[in-house]
């Protein structure tokens, strides 16, 4: 038998799943002929599929610089790199791989994901492409180029991508959770309960699916899906960290629906340990950062300005703590026609560090023009979301943080801080496990704390900013009399009253937040309060907000 046929053989054995005879068969190849590249991918291959991608690279690196023609070991080498945090690494490879074979399909699907990991999302979209135009069919392509459409706001594209992938493959548990993300958006919220029952169907341990599930429904005693759930909680160390996180949270969920409290708060408190053990916070540099801001805009810093303001639309912020009512806000000025939303905008922030090196200590030498082109630039950014209102809405809450610069540089702007009971607006935070980490929010503690700096700081921004600039709406006061606060709201943006705002849950407007499918349905009080059902557990919170 010659060496070709031991290496024949040897994948045989792997195929069979006989991975320790294949092992050892490439291993006698080698050993005769230690310029056989065959057996060195084979090897390559045999220890990625055993997790060992500290021996599959240096074996991959060989049989690649043995044939460096074969654009096979080019692909397969890139996509062990990839997997082992070594993306720039990767590219390199995998565009040598792209250049040697443009007919393979996998090598750009690998070019996608490796540039989709280094930021490249423009790269990774034409790879994602390529790789679809050479195989039509190909749905994990279709399902990751949805990702790139949807992150880049062109919903209507990733959800027929999305569909796409579905169609193709039904059991492709990803696409038919991220369908169901932009069906909640768009307020089809049956339509996306049935693609998230889909994937669990098909992956009952799929944890993303169950946790999107969680969030559309209220659940009952005896629901089946909280049996399922319970019996994914007997075991959970097949699960990921971050997915026994989310089932916490998800079982925390289904136990308050029920009623059954202490339970609901037991989940939530070990979701939000194992969350909290899994990052470094410095409360005290949070707390260094908001009196560095309220240091760098003294009380006459703003009067003492005049500001040409840019021309475009009107920007308003609405600023203030998460689950404070910022999308129920959105979604009554939205549906007004002289009022668009752009969502939770990043660029305000962006523009600001391009400007300051050392945000907040660098504010001080900002000049006036500095502070113009901030304005200019950001106006820039609105219309390249496609505003065409005359008032364009900014829901990033943390915006709040940068009212000074926009008293400054935006002068014309309006201003809304959205206000909930603190108590309610905390625990909130405790119970709802976010899409982003959210740093202070783990420990009832720390969120105490970040409340009061935050709301220590909103009191040192209304003494400066101009008093037509600036309002503050309380969730409660919304929920009491939603014609009347709705009505303060439009004469404070300063358009004609559209009795359609108060109809604002039936409209059909994108909603990207944690509170999509709240929003759909007409005002209801069932939040206010909601916290005294964890009284007894949340003392050290009380404690802080009370200031004791």
Same mark, same amino acid.
């Given at each position: 038998m010659d060496l070709l046929q031991k290496v024949k053989k040897a994948a045989c054995l792997a195929n069979e799943g006989k991975f320790a005879e294949a092992d050892r068969l490439c291993r006698d190849i080698i050993a005769a002929n230690d310029r056989f590249h065959p057996a060195f991918h084979l090897l390559g291959q045999l220890a990625a599929h055993a997790n060992r991608n500290d021996i599959a690279i240096p074996m991959l690196k060989r049989a690649a610089s043995l044939n460096p023609s074969n654009a096979q070991y080019q692909r397969d080498l890139a996509e062990v790199l990839l997997f082992s945090a070594k993306a720039h690494e990767a590219l390199d490879v995998i565009e040598r791989a792209v250049e040697l074979d443009p007919r393979d399909s996998k090598a750009f699907f690998i070019l996608g994901l490796t540039a989709m990991s280094l930021g490249l999302l423009d790269r990774a979209a034409d790879a994602y492409g390529a790789a679809i135009k050479i195989e039509p069919e190909f749905g994990a392509a279709h399902n990751n180029l949805g990702s790139l459409l949807e992150r880049a706001g062109d919903l209507k594209e990733a959800k027929k991508a999305y569909t796409k992938a579905i169609k193709i493959d039904p059991g492709n548990v990803q696409a038919q959770n991220n369908v169901a993300s932009i069906l909640i958006a768009e307020g089809d919220i049956?339509?996306?309960?049935?693609? !998230?029952? @889909? =994937?669990?169907?098909?992956?009952?341990? &799929?944890? /993303? *699916?169950?946790?999107?599930?969680?969030?559309?429904?209220?659940?009952?005693?005896?629901?089946?899906?909280?049996?399922?759930?319970?019996?994914?909680?007997?075991?959970?160390?097949?699960?990921?960290?971050?997915?026994?996180?989310?089932?916490?949270?998800? !079982?925390? @969920? =289904?136990?308050?629906?029920?009623?059954? &409290?202490? /339970? *609901?708060?037991?989940?939530?408190?070990?979701?939000?340990?194992?969350?909290?053990?899994?990052?470094?916070?410095?409360?005290?540099?949070?707390?260094?950062?908001?009196?560095?801001?309220?240091?760098?805009?003294?009380?006459v810093f703003l009067n003492n300005l005049h500001q040409k303001e840019p021309e475009g639309p009107t920007p308003i912020f609405i600023v203030g703590m998460p689950r404070s009512g910022s999308t129920l806000i959105e979604q009554i000025l939205v549906s007004h026609d002289d009022i668009s939303s752009a969502g939770e905008m990043t660029a305000l922030n962006e523009i600001i560090k391009k400007h300051i090196n050392d945000f907040p200590n660098g504010i001080a030498a900002l000049s006036g023009q500095d502070y113009k082109n901030i304005g200019s630039e950001y106006i820039a950014a609105l219309r390249e979301k496609g505003a065409d209102t005359k008032f364009v809405i900014d829901k990033m809450p943390g915006n709040y943080r940068l009212l000074g610069i926009i008293g400054h540089a935006l002068s014309n702007a309006r201003i809304i801080n959205t206000l909930r009971n603190p108590m309610d607006c905390c625990v909130s935070i405790y119970t709802r496990l976010f899409i982003e980490t959210l740093h202070y929010g783990y420990d009832l503690k720390e969120i105490g704390n970040y409340y009061n700096f935050y709301s220590d700081l909103m009191k040192h921004w209304r003494n400066i900013l101009p008093k037509d600039m600036f309002i503050d709406i309380c969730y409660e006061e919304v929920v009491d009399d939603l014609k009347a606060t709705a009505e303060k709201l439009i004469e404070f943006i300063g358009v004609e009253w559209q009795e359609k705002v108060l109809d604002f849950h039936k409209q059909r407007s994108t909603v990207r937040t944690a509170s999509a499918a709240q929003v759909r349905n007409p005002i209801y009080n069932s939040s206010v309060e909601r916290w005294r059902v964890y009284e007894k557990h949340l003392k050290p919170l009380k404690e802080i907000l009370d200031g004791k």
């Open positions: 049956e339509a996306a309960k049935t693609h !998230l029952q @889909k =994937a669990i169907k098909v992956a009952p341990d &799929y944890i /993303e *699916a169950h946790h999107n599930l969680s969030a559309l429904k209220t659940y009952k005693k005896n629901d089946e899906h909280i049996i399922q759930l319970q019996s994914l909680s007997k075991d959970t160390s097949r699960l990921t960290k971050d997915n026994q996180i989310r089932l916490e949270f998800i !079982l925390g @969920k =289904a136990a308050s629906d029920i009623g059954k &409290y202490d /339970e *609901a708060f037991m989940h939530y408190d070990k979701g939000n340990a194992l969350k909290r053990a899994t990052f470094e916070y410095d409360e005290n540099a949070v707390r260094l950062f908001h009196e560095g801001l309220k240091q760098s805009f003294p009380e």
